[in-house]
């Protein structure tokens, strides 16, 4: 086991340096929990928690929105121009302001993945600025 990785627990490994490639992996951990960590049966669709807490109302927002706060804050720690970070602030406040609407903001989760698109941000920024941190997908 390396420093930088916790014990596995349920063939998980989070790892705990500050490097990039540490960070990167986190955010991507968190963003396929919020996003893609279910399949619904039948629509083979990924579903995470960002739409299965969503539908407690207004609480399930806040809490959804406060875990997207952690990779907006991950990616602050990267070095992130804060205009990129403004892009991801509003990505979340945008999902979190839709979601609260009752039904219709639910049906709204299943669909925009304000998680994503900051996910995607963030690997932009480290592919053209800490390529080093790429981490090879299996």
Same mark, same amino acid.
């Given at each position: 086991?390396?420093?930088?990785? &916790? *014990? +596995?627990?349920?063939?998980?490994?989070? *790892? @705990?340096? $500050?490097?990039?490639?540490?960070? #990167?992996? &986190?955010?991507?951990?968190?963003?396929?929990?919020?996003? &893609?960590?279910?399949?619904?049966?039948?629509? =083979? +669709?990924?579903?995470?928690?960002?739409?299965? !807490?969503?539908?407690?109302?207004?609480?399930?927002?806040? !809490?959804?929105?406060?875990?997207?706060?952690?990779?907006?804050?991950?990616? &602050? $720690?990267?070095?992130?121009?804060?205009?990129?970070?403004? #892009?991801?602030?509003? $990505?979340?406040?945008?999902?979190? /302001?839709?979601?609260?609407?009752? @039904?219709?903001?639910?049906?709204?989760?299943?669909?925009? #993945?304000? $998680?994503? +698109?900051?996910?995607?941000?963030?690997?932009?920024?480290?592919? =053209?600025?800490?390529? /080093?941190?790429?981490?090879?997908?299996?």
């Amino acid at each position: 086991m390396s420093d930088n990785k &916790r *014990p +596995r627990s349920m063939g998980i490994e989070m *790892p @705990v340096g $500050n490097d990039p490639a540490s960070i #990167r992996q &986190r955010i991507q951990m968190m963003e396929a929990l919020l996003e &893609r960590a279910f399949t619904v049966p039948g629509i =083979k +669709r990924g579903v995470g928690l960002d739409a299965v !807490i969503g539908l407690i109302p207004v609480v399930g927002d806040v !809490i959804t929105a406060a875990m997207g706060a952690y990779i907006i804050w991950e990616a &602050r $720690n990267l070095g992130i121009p804060k205009w990129k970070l403004w #892009r991801m602030a509003g $990505n979340i406040a945008f999902d979190s /302001a839709i979601g609260a609407i009752p @039904v219709a903001g639910d049906l709204f989760d299943f669909v925009y #993945r304000s $998680n994503s +698109r900051n996910l995607k941000i963030i690997k932009k920024h480290l592919d =053209k600025h800490h390529p /080093a941190a790429q981490v090879i997908d299996g």
